[in-house]
């Protein structure tokens, strides 16, 4: 079983705000039981990529497959999903908001893409189809690699940027699209009403449709890419339940709980920690009582944000000694 996780270990500054005299005995638990790994910080869609068995191409191909669960034709192209973002200037940095905090309705999307398909013809004419979801698609695939969008919210774009040989003619494009969209009657209009314009646009998830695989795990999870990860793959898919099942745990499967996600990538502490209270008493507390009947595999717990990870055996079951620290000391 993989029980992905994203932001359960976060950065120190958040981690100091949210858990001063936060006492989650379940979770303190487990993190005394388990054995502490390093996993990749490669992003929650890269680990359930790698959890379904999806090849990474230059990127991760979550375009061509989420474009396909959009309700589009991937055929032989290169996809590149081209989201509709928020870049807010401070001090010293650049910081990214995501389409799922815009609220962007269709008739914007659909103003604002015509727009850009105007103003750069084929070279960056984005398929709005669904508001927070666009899509590029190119005969020959681009010299270039991108970061998933799960790494980029809430932090300092400037490292996070395309790289490749043909980086610099997408950057140059980005920056004449930030002027292009800037006096936008849909932007001027979200602005009025108090709403975050749209003014760039985040490339990412490259790549062609890969050879459909057949991976019949069971996907418990309610965010929309990693849903149509598990729909490519012909995985049992599954909302999250309300209150799992002990028998859960036990099964050759993924879960995705992302409760932690925009809490995390924006540092809001208190909702941080109120977001693991709540994951406390609906998901460890059970795995806690679990443990005993993990298969003989156990359980990995990732959090593919941080780059840590927890692997727990039945076994743990009984390390009574291993006494649970502070929870400051335990997620660092």
């Not at 999307?109 to 013809?121: N, R, S």
């Not at 679990?290 to 927890?310: E, F, M, N, V, Y």
Request: hydrophobic share 45%.
């Amino acid at each position: 079983m993989l029980l992905l996780i994203p932001h359960l270990f976060p950065n120190a500054r958040l981690l100091e705000a949210a858990a001063q005299d936060l006492h989650l005995p379940a979770l303190q638990s487990l993190l005394a039981r388990g054995s502490r790994q390093s996993c990749q910080a490669a992003g929650m869609e890269a680990a359930v990529c790698e959890a379904l068995g999806i090849a990474r191409q230059q990127d991760w191909p979550l375009a061509p497959i989420t474009l396909v669960a959009d309700g589009g034709e991937a055929g032989d192209a290169y996809w590149l999903r081209a989201d509709p973002v928020h870049l807010r200037v401070m001090r010293d940095r650049i910081v990214l908001t995501d389409s799922s905090a815009l609220g962007l309705a269709r008739d914007e999307a659909d103003a604002l893409a015509k727009t850009i398909g105007d103003h750069f013809g084929a070279g960056l004419n984005p398929q709005p189809l669904h508001p927070q979801r666009w899509y590029l698609d190119y005969a020959e695939a681009p010299q270039l690699t991108t970061t998933p969008l799960s790494l980029a919210v809430g932090c300092d774009i400037d490292p996070l940027l395309p790289q490749g040989p043909d980086a610099m003619r997408f950057r140059a494009e980005l920056n004449e699209l930030q002027m292009l969209l800037h006096e936008h009657p849909v932007n001027q209009a979200r602005d009025a009403r108090g709403a975050l314009p749209v003014n760039s646009l985040w490339l990412w998830g490259g790549g062609r449709l890969p050879v459909a695989c057949a991976t019949p795990v069971s996907l418990h999870a309610d965010n929309a890419e990693a849903l149509a990860l598990g729909g490519f793959c012909s995985a049992r898919v599954q909302s999250l339940p309300a209150h799992p099942d002990t028998q859960a745990f036990a099964a050759d499967g993924i879960i995705l709980l992302d409760a932690l996600t925009r809490s995390g990538q924006v540092g809001d502490a208190y909702g941080w920690r109120e977001a693991l209270r709540d994951l406390e008493q609906d998901w460890f507390v059970p795995l806690r009582g679990a443990l005993r009947k993990l298969g003989p595999q156990g359980l990995r717990l990732l959090d593919p944000i941080s780059g840590h990870a927890l692997h727990l055996h039945p076994h743990d079951a009984w390390k009574y000694w291993r006494r649970p620290r502070s929870l400051i000391s335990q997620l660092t």
